[in-house]
C-alpha cells in the first residue's frame, strides 16, 4: 500500500499552491526555475558573471547527457538548448510521486559586450555547464601609460 496517494481530483487540478506560484511568477515577470513550464519543457537554474577577460555562464543540468545540449552565440546572445528525459518505470511498476521535470529547455542570455564566438568553451561536469565567452578584443579595457618627457 502507498502512503502517498493522489485523489482523482489531484490528478485533474493543479494544486492551489502551483497556481499561486504560476500566478505570481507570470505577474512578477520571474520564471519559475527549475520547475516544469507549460508547454511541457523545463527551465534550469543559470548563474552569469562577467571578468575583466571573460563572461562565464554556469547551468545546472543534473541528468542532461551533455550530447544533447546545443549552445550557440549569435552577435551579443548565447543560447543554450537540450532535453532531459526521465526514464518511465519498468514492468508492472508506476509513479507514485514524481518532482523531477523533463523534456525540452531553451535560455538565452543577453551578453552585455560582444565575444570572441571562436574561442568559447563549453565543459559539463557532475551536472553542471560551465560555458566561458572570451570578450572580443576591442571590448577590453587596455591599460595606457603615460610617458614622461
Known sequence: MSLLTRTPFEERFPSLQDQVNRLFGNLLGEHLVGRSTATGGWIPAMDAVETPESFVVNVELPGVDPKQVDISVTGETLEIRGKREIESPKDDSHWYHLERSSGTFRRSVALPAPVDAGRVEAN??????????????????????????
Not at 124 to 143: D, Q
Request: aromatic share 0%; hydrophobic share 40%.
Open 124 to 149: 559539463a561536469s557532475n551536472g553542471l555547464l560551465t560555458i566561458r565567452l572570451p570578450k572580443r578584443a576591442e571590448v577590453m579595457p587596455k591599460r595606457i601609460d603615460v610617458k614622461v618627457k
